[in-house]
């Protein structure tokens, strides 16, 4: 199961693009990589994801490097409302259904 | 939008008692699962389903049950809650290979 490695924490200033990096070096070739982030006292909530490409939605960014081992999520302008865990993941297919492998994520603290 | 219901934001139990969480979906998604999140250990997978009345084991089944009766409602049992099983319990549901949505998770201590 390719598995994922990410900082503990980091910190943004108000304003600044938020630039959270990953590694997941086992991943295989038909493996996704999810982001999803979680408030406090809330559930996680889907980010964006990606297999080979850079993809971009509302919210973020995604860069996979070309060898896929790591990626980074990009907040282009941090907000105060994203200060959140950050969980990176990749998507594993089970014999039955798919799971989503969660690792303990970054914490992302934005400064005013 | 997706939605996921859980019956409670917060749930205060009493060691031995036994504990329903129940967890509702309203996408007809096939899959659905049951993870559990403690500080430090970030969340992991109890049980999912992938059909009615299909159940498989996640990473830490024990002293967890689940049904799937309806395509729409997934249950937690803990058959005989411990103090051990105090956590926050996320359900989560998705159709084929697409993205999990999560519900707002269920705060349990266990007395």
């Known amino acids: 199961d390719a598995k994922t490695t990410q900082p503990t924490s980091m910190d943004c200033a108000e304003g600044r693009a938020a630039n959270l990096p990953c590694n997941h070096s086992?991943?295989?070739?038909?493996?996704?990589v999810y982001w999803y982030r979680q408030i406090h006292s809330q559930g996680p909530q889907y980010i964006i994801h990606?297999?080979?490409n850079n993809e971009t939605n509302e919210m973020a960014s995604l860069i996979i490097t070309e060898d896929r081992k790591s990626s980074t999520l990009i907040l282009p302008h941090a907000t105060l409302r994203d200060t959140a865990v950050y969980y990176c993941?990749?998507?594993?297919?089970?014999?039955?259904?798919?799971?989503?492998?969660f690792g303990t994520g970054t914490s992302l603290t934005v400064i005013p | 939008d997706v939605k996921v219901t859980q019956s409670s934001r917060y749930l205060v139990k009493r060691t031995g008692e036994k504990v329903f969480l129940e967890c509702v979906q309203d996408?007809?998604?096939?899959?659905m699962f049951w993870y559990r999140q403690d500080p430090g250990l970030g969340l992991r997978l109890i049980y999912f389903?992938?059909?009615?009345?299909?159940?498989e084991k996640g990473d830490i089944p024990e002293g967890y049950s689940v049904s799937r009766e309806k395509k729409e409602r997934f249950s937690l049992i803990l058959e005989s809650a411990s103090t051990n099983q105090t956590s926050m319990y996320l359900c989560?549901?998705?159709?084929?290979?697409?993205?999990?949505?999560f519900g707002p998770g269920t705060r349990l201590t266990v007395l």
């Open positions: 989560a549901s998705t159709v084929a290979a697409d993205t999990q949505y």
């Open positions: 086992t991943i295989s070739g038909n493996e996704y």
């Open positions: 996408m007809d998604h096939e899959n």
């Open positions: 389903s992938y059909d009615v009345k299909m159940k």
């Open positions: 990606g297999l080979k």
């Open positions: 993941i990749v998507r594993v297919w089970a014999r039955a259904g798919n799971q989503f492998y």
